[in-house]
């Protein structure tokens, strides 16, 4: 180690701040240009044709120099690097810090939320309140995502006006743009605002904090307006994008542990000539629920939506689904064959099914992946033993349609204080950034893999003008053009 230093130091006087240790060194603009020019005696064709998979997904934007550079400073290199955000949902942005405003503004009782206890309870260990499990220790996947949800609904049953949904769209688009995202595209589950809740765990925390009694038979009986609710999403991404420069839009997702006629029911209100242009498509998420995939090939839990998909593919929206996370790849197969599906949100353990990896590689369909959330859902742990799906799913030519978020509000790995800011730098804050550094740690990803991740984020946005599209390209190309480290 020693030597090398020594060997750097010598090669570009002053490069003091060389660490062999560490593996990184921060180099100036200059320094850069002269190891870029050791280039020179490499044959890089030869070395590329022995390559194939690195070179076939070159992203064609990052030349040698700027790739050296990133390379020693991926963090700084990916921080401001322009990328389309695609899978992250407006409920997953609620920080303790704002469930606790929230709940004073609602009159509910603060004493029974306090953001510092539900701050400690989002990190890296259980969801369930009050009861703390290491990692480790956590049960099959599906009780992760379980303990989840129920914190998640108890939070979002918190959410009872316009001006609720405004704030934690305004709070989202900040952090977006502090992540370098120029598009996101944002789920809303407005059948969790505008029925009362199938579990009843969202109504009754609200009874508990003081607010109205939870009426055990009025279950799916109506209690938000959806036009507050998209009302105040939409009312954020116009006030977001002039504060914060991020574009955003609205996909609709349907709760897929509730009924088929709530989701239409849904769509309905949705689809109405006053509302239909504030979103740009519909998805499908929360657990399966009793609806799960039945075995022996008959399917059912994503199947029974197609009236719904069918009916907003006529209205001119958009298709997503998630699959391949809590389900397997039959999932997949029957959101691409039965849904018609533009993208798949998550879609990781297709790498279950070969026929279904060609089949979605071959199509080209975009997935959304999101490795953080992977990780706390217990999908990488459990169903891929620890082993990143990543590398796979690229080396297979599964479509890799940038790296997201989720629930980034609940997602840190790591410590982070109640407004989601890291405490110490090893944290995985949650935010879409994060999940790039965490899937370069897990799966090696070079800064030109990175890009061409991020370049495939923006090819798979949603109702973008060709000027808006070129115009986000160019921007990404600019930047892997100029960066430096001392940017
Ligand atoms: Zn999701």
Redesign the pocket.
């Known amino acids: 180690m020693e030597g090398i230093t020594a060997f750097v130091q010598k090669l570009l006087p002053g490069s003091a701040d060389f660490d062999a240790k560490a593996g990184a060194i921060a180099l100036t603009n200059d320094e850069v240009m002269i190891v870029g020019a050791w280039d020179k005696d490499i044959n890089f064709e030869t070395k590329d044709a022995m390559m194939p998979d690195a070179r076939s997904h070159k992203s064609g934007l990052l030349d040698r120099t700027s790739a050296l550079a990133a390379s020693a400073n991926l963090p700084a290199f990916v921080s401001k690097l322009p990328k389309a955000e695609l899978?992250?949902?407006i409920e997953?942005c609620l920080t303790p810090e704002r469930v606790h405003a929230i709940v004073v503004r609602n009159g509910l009782d603060p004493k029974e939320f306090d953001p510092d206890e539900a701050t400690a309870r989002r990190q890296c260990g259980s969801w369930l309140h009050g009861d703390y499990q290491p990692m480790m220790f956590c049960g099959p996947n599906e009780m992760a995502i379980n303990a989840f949800l129920t914190e998640y609904t108890r939070n979002n049953a918190m959410m009872r006006t316009e001006q609720d949904f405004y704030e934690v769209m305004m709070d989202y688009l900040e952090r977006a743009a502090e992540n370098g995202v120029v598009r996101a595209e944002i789920?809303f589950d407005p059948q969790m605002h505008c029925f009362e809740d199938n579990s009843g765990a969202g109504a009754a925390a609200v009874e508990m904090m003081g607010g109205p009694k939870r009426d055990p038979k009025g279950i799916g009986k109506p209690r938000m307006k959806y036009e507050d609710v998209v009302g105040g999403l939409t009312r954020g991404i116009e006030e977001g994008k002039a504060k914060y420069g991020v574009d955003a839009a609205l996909i609709l997702s349907f709760l897929q542990d509730r009924s088929l006629e709530e989701a239409m029911e849904m769509l309905d209100q949705a689809i109405k000539p006053e509302n239909i242009g504030k979103i740009i498509g519909v998805g499908m998420?929360n657990g399966t629920g009793p609806w799960g995939p039945m075995m022996g090939g008959v399917p059912n839990s994503t199947a029974r939506f197609k009236p719904c998909y069918e009916k907003a593919k006529a209205a001119g929206l958009m298709l997503t689904a998630?699959a391949g996370?809590e389900e397997g790849a039959s999932c997949v197969n029957m959101c691409l064959d039965v849904l018609q599906v533009d993208r798949i949100?998550?879609g990781v353990r297709v790498m279950e099914d070969p026929e279904v990896v060609k089949k979605i590689a071959d199509r080209r369909v975009p997935c959304t992946v999101?490795p953080i959330?992977n990780h706390r859902a217990q999908i990488v742990p459990r169903i891929f033993c620890g082993e990143s799906p990543i590398r796979p799913m690229w080396v297979n030519g599964v479509n890799i349609a940038g790296l997201h978020s989720?629930?980034p509000a609940y997602c840190a790995i790591g410590t982070v204080d109640k407004y989601c800011y890291s405490c110490e730098p090893q944290t995985y804050d949650g935010y879409v950034n994060s999940a790039y550094m965490r899937a370069a740690r897990d799966s090696g990803l070079t800064p030109d893999e990175c890009v061409t991740i991020a370049k495939n984020s923006l090819e798979a946005c949603w109702k973008l003008t060709d000027e808006q599209r070129a115009g986000y390209l160019a921007k990404l190309k600019a930047y892997c053009t100029d960066w430096r480290p001392s940017q």
């Open positions: 899978h992250v949902h997953g789920f998420d998630h996370e949100d998550h999101c959330s989720d629930d």
